[in-house]
């Protein structure tokens, strides 16, 4: 299996407090992603980075920021976490953005 | 814009018969295609995979797809499933382009009948 990790693997947080959920690999992969999962929605892209300080918009970005200062970190931030942002977030790395991706174990988070 | 569009939202089969999970994608190109599985409360690992060349692909734990371009299809198939193939599948599609990401169908859950 690919070397990601993702922390913490579950959490639960109040509304309106911030949130920090990282994302670690040991592969030195060039791409990284945050995906969010929902039933019946599949996995939706939300942020993904192509390099160090390089980063853009997926189609579920609004409320989210990420930051990447090193290859092996991705960091997806909700700045003032609100209910509809629970879900399970999973992160992906891959050498390409043409290449097979490779997941994290995900993250859950429950928002009050 | 690319989508990709698994039509069986939840499909059940006996231990030991056929599957077919289908999936269909609009895109102008021929794109890369993926399948993937995830195991309830895990992530997502690779099935299989096509890029070009042969239009049947193998991938892990004997499941095939095949890649048909006049039906913008990529339909994933297994001669006997098993009890363990019990999870949700899902079909992705990349557009062959500088801006492109990867896209998912929203799943097809697959259960096994004893």
């Known amino acids: 299996d690919a070397g990601i990790t993702q922390s913490p693997r579950h959490k639960v947080t109040e509304t309106g407090t911030p949130v920090t959920l990282r994302c670690h690999q040991t592969?030195?992969?060039?791409?990284m992603y945050w995906y969010r999962q929902d039933p019946g929605h599949g996995l939706r892209l939300i942020h993904y980075?192509?390099?160090?300080?390089?980063?853009d918009k997926g189609e579920v970005s609004d409320g989210y920021s990420v930051s990447r200062s090193k290859t092996e970190d991705f960091l997806l931030t909700l700045e003032s976490a609100t209910s509809s942002q629970t879900s399970v977030y999973f992160c992906?790395?891959?050498?390409?953005?043409?290449?097979?991706?490779?997941f994290g174990p995900g993250t859950r988070l429950l928002v009050l | 814009a690319q989508s990709v569009t698994q039509p069986d939202i939840h499909i059940t089969v006996s231990e030991g018969a056929s599957l077919e999970l289908r999936c269909n994608y609009s895109?102008?190109?021929?794109?890369?295609l993926f399948w993937y599985v995830q195991s309830p409360g895990q992530g997502l690992q690779l099935l299989l995979k096509?890029?070009?060349?042969?239009?049947l692909v193998q991938g892990i734990k004997g499941f095939e797809a095949e890649f048909k371009r006049s039906q913008s299809s990529f339909n994933l198939r297994k001669p006997s499933v098993h009890w363990s193939d019990a999870a949700e599948y899902f079909c992705?599609?990349?557009?062959?382009?500088?801006?492109?990401?990867?896209?998912f169908g929203s799943g097809t859950r697959l259960s096994i009948r004893p």
């Open positions: 992906a790395i891959s050498p390409d953005q043409q290449e097979t991706q490779y």
């Open positions: 592969e030195n992969h060039r791409y």
């Open positions: 980075s192509y390099g160090v300080k390089d980063t």
């Open positions: 895109y102008g190109a021929t794109p890369y």
């Open positions: 096509y890029f070009s060349g042969d239009t």
């Open positions: 992705a599609v990349v557009a062959y382009s500088s801006a492109s990401k990867i896209i």
